[in-house]
């Protein structure tokens, strides 16, 4: 088995692993990190609940190979909150607007909108669907999610304009 | 003392019961990646587990070479049918009444199905040993088509049954391939309506084959502990207790080692009701190896192997009036149960409740008969939001209605609401026995058309079909009216059980700790509905506890009571019928309790929010936290210590929420493109318990009535191949193509409910599917398209256009 030293900044934390090079993300974060917010979903890029922040992109950590992602500034859902233990607008937002009910897409799609709002701070709901179109939910049926994400995008523009 | 008293509503409002949008409980968890689902669980030394499937539809095993996948590094075992023969293992029970192979016994039966389960140190491993193992075959005929399925010629699916007289108890066989055939009404009654009727149509409406896909596959981790001899299963259970009590008979533990723990799953939507392979191979393997083994299926096992969903061919028949009374209902159905028969279903009832067909229309005659059939293709738990072939009846129903106006040329609202149960006529006992409960169903449909603006789309559509055809435009327009009623809250056990055995009650155990805060647990098993928030709020509305000091627990066997779990809508007719019980067995105690301290007798007590006070003097009064603390401390001689209640409730009825949709479709005639305008749903799930939770259930409903109406379909080849079983090929609605909902509601409480609760899960399901469909077809009726199947893709959706001469 061939492996390989990846070293990586992980919600803001530097962390090192020895893997077998064919090691995906996904499975470094949860498997070797007990990183495990990110979930996995169908390991074939199509259902978003494995997405991270990497390097100020949202990717599908299901299809990265961890030697990919040597170097990177990884953002898990579990980076999302201040550091004074405070919530992310958007973790708030969801919780405000029932935009989840079983969870499991949930850290990909708040993730997904983290990254989303910096590409476009004030979205039409028409653009937070194609924002967030790799990103699929069973349960929700998607328009508290989109009320959610709209939600945040105001509270953070307010926050930006006090500041 | 320094503070004003609280007011009755501001305490009210404190507790954040029953009717309160309470923020789930469940969410900072969730939102902050520390949910603790199945494949998060990490055990010391876990093993990991991995499937050989089957390449063929249908194959004879040859043989099975294990070797080179024994010398992969990592693998520490190949386990195979053989290996199980000695336990009696390699076929499982399931909850229709057959078995089902866990490893392929002689013969592969569906494509994918399990043929050997390659167990090492890790899951990358596992999956280079499942490639390595090597199974000749020889392949066979596979039985694709149900309707053929019963042909003289046609190739025998399961050689093991193939002379059995019955499967499930259900009656006799017609052919190796039949399974059983269930009927329902009075065959004679019918028989004479339709002889005397004056209009007659006829159908076949097929609800095709396909799957729930919740999020979070299924997953489990097996832990046998040999020195002990306990084992304890985490795993995507919806009913743990069934998984509890089948494993105690299928293997040689007894039941009380063994602990079934659910955590927090992923979505489960019927999908995860059943026992599956997966499920036992990874206790085998721990029991074998005595450290923990984790077996986790990816999206294509998912969809291709575990618990499909409907495949129901249903050919319906209306008799009528020449003015659009229905007199008469027949249904043949031809039901498509894979390879094995693992149907979740209640014992007696091997078509479901298929009954409901009737559904919210005044019908004097009907008769249906159901033959359930073995192909080459997957088995599973048929369900899908909705588990007991309700939505396939009210779906056969609400589209033979639509083509009955279309042949008498009626409007679909207007002939619905001729026909429908009125008030008066309540409690109603169809005619097939069911005695629904509680509903006004014309004031429904009568609202949900003034919201929407029912008349006037009608006439937007009238002259859209003259724009068409005098070729102003390529798009038409259609409006798709449902109008159902459900059965759910499974169910009086006297009528309904699992496995033949245990009775479908739920339960509640309620403990209030000495400082007034309280745990409760149950039988039923969360799998997004947020129990932890609702649950309590039922109880703080009973036990003048709030909300925020009652914690719910439920999915461990270990301590929660024991219970049927959740699907079909049933923890809240059923579960949360034993939470309001339970809470008023806690308020009897209480109020002894408080009379005691108070000096007076019980009967001097009135209940005031959170607070027992004496009738005329309400200064003199005892908080429900001051009576908690007195119940560890000071009782009335004779009474016991601390203030817990267990509640088993058996359900007296079944409950039966309903509601009226109405969808506006567009359809471009050259594409067969759809686009939904409008979806409105009105539903009546009697009391609200959180109208938050309630509208997310109903758009999540709605979404996946969406996906099954119009796009998913889980098909196969002649050669038995499972076409589409990845999330490239089947279609899971994204937020663009998903559609925006309009929810309204009216409010008719059950009568023999505690809290006068219905449930509501799987109502945007059952109307939802009919709406959408309805809607696509209406767009064709006015230039004489009657029927097109399910699901609507652009491609069928232009196919219809064509054959009706639209299109060149």
Do not use: M, Q, T
């Given at each position: 088995m061939q492996t390989t030293k990846v070293s990586l900044t992980v919600n803001g934390k530097e962390m090192e692993a020895d893997v077998d090079s064919r090691t995906l993300l996904i499975h470094l974060l949860r498997e070797h990190w007990n990183i495990t917010g990110p979930h996995i979903g169908c390991e074939t890029t199509h259902c978003g609940a494995c997405t991270v922040d990497m390097d100020g992109k949202s990717v599908k950590s299901c299809t990265v190979l961890a030697a990919q992602a040597d170097g990177a500034s990884v953002l898990t859902v579990e980076g999302l909150a201040n550091a004074d233990g405070s919530l992310h607008p958007l973790q708030q937002a969801f919780m405000d607007n029932h935009g989840l009910q079983c969870g499991f897409c949930t850290p990909g799609m708040l993730i997904r909108a983290y990254r989303f709002l910096q590409e476009?701070?004030?979205?039409t709901d028409e653009e937070i669907r194609w924002g967030i179109s790799g990103n699929l939910c069973r349960c929700t049926g998607y328009q508290n999610i989109v009320k959610a994400i709209s939600a945040a995008a105001a509270q953070m523009n307010v926050k930006e304009a006090a500041e | 003392m320094n503070a004003k008293a609280a007011s009755k509503k501001e305490r009210e409002d404190a507790l954040?019961?029953?009717g309160c949008s309470r923020k789930r409980v469940e969410d900072p968890r969730f939102t902050q990646g520390k949910g603790n689902y199945v494949d998060d669980i990490k055990l010391p030394g876990m093993l990991h587990g991995d499937f050989v499937r089957s390449p063929y539809g249908h194959a004879r095993i040859k043989s099975i070479n294990k070797e080179a996948a024994l010398a992969t590094p990592g693998v520490l075992a190949v386990l195979t049918a053989e290996d199980l023969i000695p336990l009696n293992l390699h076929y499982m029970p399931t909850l229709a009444g057959d078995v089902q192979a866990v490893l392929a016994h002689e013969k592969v039966l569906f494509q994918n199905q399990e043929v050997a389960f390659v167990v090492a140190e890790d899951r990358y491993s596992a999956a280079d040993g499942a490639e390595l193992v090597e199974v000749e075959y020889e392949e066979l005929d596979p039985v694709v088509n149900p309707f053929h399925a019963m042909d003289k010629d046609a190739t025998i699916v399961r050689e093991d049954v193939k002379?059995?007289?019955e499967i499930g108890g259900h009656g006799p066989r017609k052919h190796p391939n039949h399974i059983w055939n269930w009927q329902a009404g009075d065959k004679d009654a019918a028989d004479k309506a339709f002889k005397e009727a004056e209009v007659t149509v006829e159908e076949m409406v097929s609800y095709q084959r396909c799957h729930a896909s919740p999020m979070e596959t299924a997953c489990c981790v097996a832990d046998f502990d040999k020195i002990n001899g306990e084992l304890t299963v985490h795993g995507t259970f919806q009913a743990p207790h069934v998984v509890r009590t089948v494993a105690a008979l299928i293997s040689p533990l007894p039941e009380h080692k063994i602990r079934i723990i659910s955590p927090d799953i992923g979505g489960g939507f019927g999908n995860k009701v059943g026992v599956y392979p997966g499920y036992i191979m990874a206790i085998v393997a721990s029991i074998v190896t005595g450290v923990p083994v984790k077996w986790v299926e990816d999206r294509i096992e998912n969809l291709s192997a575990t618990a499909f969903a409907r495949d129901y061919h249903m050919t319906g028949e209306l008799a009528a009036t020449k003015d659009g009374k229905i007199t008469g209902l027949r249904a043949n159905v031809i039901a498509d149960h894979g390879a094995f028969d693992a149907c979740v279903s209640a014992s007696k009832f091997p078509a479901g409740l298929f009954m409901i067909v009737s559904n919210s229309y005044d019908i004097p005659a009907a008769h249906v008969s159901v033959d359930g059939v073995y192909t080459n293709k997957a088995p599973g738990g048929?369900?899908?939001?909705?588990?007991?072939r309700v939505t396939e009846a009210i779906y056969m129903m609400e589209r033979m209605i639509d083509i009955l106006a279309q042949k008498l040329d009626m409007d679909p609202a207007e002939i619905r609401l001729k026909n429908m149960i009125t008030p008066a006529q309540f409690p109603y006992t169809t005619t097939f026995g069911l005695q629904y409960d509680s509903g006004d169903y014309p004031a429904a449909l009568k609202k949900a058309m003034k919201a929407v603006g029912y008349d006037d789309l009608r006439k937007e559509q009238a002259q859209r079909v003259e724009d068409f055809k005098a070729g102003k435009t390529r798009e038409l327009m259609g409006i798709g009216v449902s109008t159902f009623t459900e059965i759910v809250g499974a169910g009086p056990s006297r009528v309904c059980d699992l496995i033949g055995l245990v009775g479908t009650f739920d339960s509640c155990e309620v403990r209030v700790h000495p400082t007034g805060a309280a745990i409760a647990r149950f039988g039923t098993k969360s799998q997004g509905q947020a129990h932890e928030t609702t649950y309590a709020q039922i109880l703080s509305s009973e036990i003048g506890i709030p909300a925020s000091d009652i914690l719910i627990e439920e999915g461990d066997t270990d301590t929660a009571p024991y219970g049927m779990g959740t699907?079909?809508?049933r923890s809240t007719p059923v579960g949360g019928a034993a939470c309001a019980n339970a809470g008023r067995k806690i308020k009897a105690k209480a109020q002894k309790i408080a009379a005691h301290l108070l000096e007076v007798s019980e009967d001097d007590l009135e209940w005031d929010v959170d607070t027992f006070r004496v009738k005329g003097a309400p200064s003199k009064a005892k908080t429900m936290k001051e009576i908690a603390l007195a119940s560890y401390?000071?009782?009335?001689?004779?009474l016991e210590m601390g203030l817990e209640a267990v509640e088993y409730y058996d359900p007296p009825n079944f409950t039966f929420p309903y509601g009226a949709y109405i969808c506006v479709v567009d359809v471009d005639v050259d594409t067969g493109e759809t686009k939904i305008r409008k979806f409105y749903a009105l539903d009546d799930c009697g009391t609200r318990i959180n109208p938050m939770i309630i509208e997310g259930q109903v758009h999540g409903g709605l979404a996946e009535a969406f996906g099954i109406s119009m796009g998913q379909i889980i098909d196969y080849d002649e050669a038995g191949n499972v076409v589409g079983a990845s999330f490239m090929d089947y279609f899971i609605p994204t937020a663009v193509e998903t559609p925006e909902w309009t929810t309204d509601h009216t409010v008719t409480p059950c009568p023999h409910h505690p809290i006068g609760a219905k449930g509501v899960g799987e109502s945007p399901n059952v109307g939802g599917v009919p709406a959408f469909s309805n809607a696509v077809n209406d767009a064709f009726t006015a230039l004489g398209g009657v029927h097109t199947q399910m699901p609507h893709t652009a491609p069928r959706v232009w196919e219809h256009a064509k054959e009706l001469g639209l299109v060149a």
């Open positions: 476009n701070p004030n979205p | 954040e019961g029953i002379d059995a007289k048929v369900a899908y939001r909705c588990s007991l699907w079909g809508s401390s000071n009782v009335p001689e004779g």
